[in-house]
């Protein structure tokens, strides 16, 4: 079992930048590639970036590629998602999400979820 838990979402204007946070307690946090999802009101959940267990690969949707850096501290049991540039259209809830294998980018793929933190982007 791994345990996720994310922090750091709040209100922002548009261009102003946040950084999330997932903390992870439970399992080798290493062997886990990591991926951060978004979910808007009445939307799915997509896929913003992935990061594998060592932290040597990532990927991002291309709607946030530029302006969005995923990262993690396998000592820290941590990932990070720094964002920039930010919209409104980022505006949803983020989740982290654990799961065996990096560059998975569909959310039934993946065991472990936290539970949320909301962006809001907005003037």
């Known amino acids: 079992q791994v345990q996720l838990v994310e922090s750091g979402g709040g209100l922002v204007q548009p261009g102003n930048s946040l950084r999330l946070s997932c903390a992870a307690s439970g399992r080798t946090f290493s062997n886990y590639a990591v991926a951060w999802f978004r979910q808007a009101p009445g939307k799915e959940r997509v896929f913003v970036a992935g990061i594998s267990g060592r932290g040597g690969s990532t990927n991002y949707a291309d709607s946030v590629n530029g302006r969005f850096t995923v990262s993690r501290d396998n000592a820290r049991n941590t990932v990070s998602l720094q964002m920039n540039s930010l919209k409104p259209e980022d505006s949803a809830v983020y989740f982290c999400?654990?799961?065996?294998?990096?560059?998975?980018?569909?959310?039934?793929?993946?065991?472990?979820w936290g539970q949320g933190t909301q962006v809001t982007v907005s003037s």
């Open positions: 999400a654990a799961g065996g294998i990096f560059g998975r980018t569909t959310s039934n793929l993946y065991n472990y």
